[in-house]
């Protein structure tokens, strides 16, 4: 009769002298045929995946094709896996599998991109974690990347899956610093350093907290000049339902400033022609340093505005609807800060130098 176990060698000669290894072992017929070897594993989880595709071949009245199976093995690397998983990520934004691709990088660097998947154990996660913490990365930088590598060994089908072992993979304990929105003078010392192309959209996203993606998506079609507000479109917004902000007179008159008259608009035009998101975020960047200002980023106006909406009494319903929140709980808890300065920007004072 068929059958297929594990045996453990210690190995006695060469530089592995001294390890203990399992090996699986199996036969075609009873105690008189012949013994077949079918791989040698360091741990004995290995050996007993390999023991159990082997009785399901056994079972099945297979001859079972070791060469096959390794063939198998080679492509089912760490890299392979985490490719096809973010291929399989249609539900998500390019900016979001592009994060998920460096976070993942990150990991699979220490891990290997060549290590196969069904070789990962809890223990080689939790070191990656302990060699990423000495390299300095932050705790919410390797959460995104361990995250990730759980999903991708989940979606390539690993159980048990290491990652979520939670008595061995840990991560390290981090103090999460609060973020200080900038203050209206920071935006306004930044909004004076800034090429001109780009002062305009940082208005923009300072009045609207808009998500920076509205700087490149928002259209000339989307300005409504008689009621002086900005449609933020569906894919700009984090509901995914557009929205409409409205304007203070100044930015309003700014705006308008840059467009040609209304009959000869080409509704299909940006907004913002000559500045980006990408452009904005390494401006606003250069700008600080030069200013010699806190650092602070285009999403950090986001948070800068929800702040404000709250500081001036707005409710939590009507500061989710303002700047196009999901979750009012996200907007409470992680968007909204304790500012000391609740100035608004100087708008007219800014764009009447503009002018003149």
Known sequence: MASCWINTHVIK??????QKRR??????????????????FATHREALQRKRWIDGELAAGRT????????ASQAATLADAATRYRESRVDIADNTRSNMRVALDQ?????????????????????????????????????????????????????????????????????????????ADAVETVFRRLPVQHRLALLWLDW??????????????????????????????????????????????????????PKFRDPAARLFPDSGADALRTAIAKACTAARVPLFSPHDLRHRRISLLHRQGRSWAEVGAFVGQRSL????????????????????????????
């Not at 998506?217 to 900005?230: A, E, K, P, W």
């Open 208 to 261: 609207s907290g808009a998500r920076v993606s509205s700087v490149d998506l928002t259209l000339v079609g989307d300005y409504d000049q008689d009621q002086r507000r900005i449609r933020i479109r569906a894919e700009a917004s984090k509901t995914r339902r557009a929205l409409w902000v409205e304007l203070p007179d100044a930015l309003a008159d700014a705006i308008e400033r840059t467009l040609p008259h």
């Open 13 to 18: 000669t060469g530089k592995n002298a001294g």
């Open 107 to 183: 990991v699979i660097g220490v891990l290997g991109p060549d290590r196969r998947v069904d070789e990962l154990t809890s223990q080689d996660v939790a070191d990656a974690i302990a060699k990423l913490t000495e390299s300095g990365y932050a705790r919410e930088t390797i959460r995104k990347g361990i995250n990730y590598l759980g999903a991708t060994l989940d979606f390539g089908g690993i159980d048990p899956n290491p990652v979520r072992d939670k008595l061995r993979v840990r991560l390290p304990r981090g103090v999460r610093r609060e973020l200080e929105p900038p203050t």
């Open 329 to 356: 709980k996200v907007t409470s808890d992680t968007y909204t800060h304790v500012i000391v300065d609740g100035r608004e920007v100087d708008l007219p004072a800014l764009l009447a130098a503009e002018v003149a």
């Open 23 to 40: 090996r699986v072992l199996y036969r075609l017929g009873g105690r008189r045929t012949k013994q077949y070897r079918a791989g040698s």
């Open 64 to 71: 079972p094709n070791l060469a096959l199976l390794a063939e």
